[in-house]
């Protein structure tokens, strides 16, 4: 019984250091199928499916539209639920969360190859 309470008690401490607004990277699964990992930030929990710990996390740096967070989503404004063209989230695994990786801009220099952001 000791123990029982001691691995609920690790669970919780998890659960707590794992709060909204926390930086991580997370996964995202492409249209094409391929597992990519973009830092996030965590936006609240959630249950999964299989009724595991999980967490709604909004990509940091949307590389595509689909990823684009919806700026009404977090004021509980948007009209368009699960319809919207932008996120609201991807609910992901704890266990599938690693560290957040800071961007290397270091070696962006005048005249190399980046992602802009256009008004389109």
């Excluded at 029982?4 to 919780?12: A, R």
């Excluded at 949307?62 to 404004?77: G, R, V």
Aim: aromatic share 10%.
């Amino acid at each position: 019984e000791e123990e029982e309470q001691e691995e609920e008690g690790e669970e919780e401490e998890e659960e707590e250091e794992i709060a909204s607004g926390m930086k991580v990277k997370a996964p995202y699964y492409s249209s094409w199928g391929t597992l990519e990992y973009h830092n996030a930030m965590i936006v609240g929990s959630e249950c999964l499916e299989d009724g595991g710990s999980g967490v709604r996390v909004l990509y940091l740096y949307p590389t595509h539209k689909s990823l684009k967070p919806c700026p009404f989503f977090l004021d509980d404004k948007c009209r368009f639920k699960e319809n919207c063209r932008f996120s609201h989230g991807q609910v992901v695994s704890i266990e599938e969360l690693r560290p957040f990786e800071e961007p290397d801009l270091g070696c962006l220099a005048v005249g190399s190859a980046c992602l802009a952001r256009h008004q389109d």
